[in-house]
């Protein structure tokens, strides 16, 4: 139990990190250039739209193979099966596809 709370804690501290990271990003991008935040806000978005997206369909179509659900033989090739479909669905969205 104390390996799953220290995991799900080490968890928290890096996406706060990274969401710190994130708002100091746009805050250096709207102090340089103003004009830019509207479309940047706008790519990001669309961005975490496609990342979303793209999570739920291999959580729908691969109900059965989840990385978390496999034998462990095969948990990089899943792994490697929901990056692609992510990438592809933030690649897709935006382009504008």
């Known amino acids: 139990m104390d390996k799953i709370v220290d995991?799900?804690?080490?968890a928290l501290v890096?996406?706060?990190?990274?969401?710190?990271?994130?708002?100091?990003?746009?805050?250096?991008?709207?102090?340089?250039?103003?004009?830019?935040l509207e479309v940047t806000?706008?790519?990001l978005s669309l961005a975490t739209?496609?990342?979303?997206?793209?999570?739920?369909?291999?959580?729908?179509?691969?109900d059965y193979a989840r990385p978390s659900q496999v034998p462990e033989a095969v948990v990089p090739?899943?792994?490697?099966r929901r990056a692609l479909i992510m990438a592809a669905m933030v690649v897709g969205v935006t382009l504008g596809v």
Do not use: C, E
């Open 49 to 62: 739209l496609g990342a979303l997206v793209g999570y739920q369909i291999d959580a729908l179509v691969f």
């Open 77 to 80: 090739s899943a792994m490697l």
């Open 41 to 43: 806000i706008n790519k």
């Open 14 to 36: 890096r996406h706060w990190q990274l969401k710190l990271t994130t708002v100091a990003l746009l805050l250096i991008v709207g102090w340089i250039n103003p004009a830019t």
């Open 7 to 10: 995991g799900l804690r080490n």
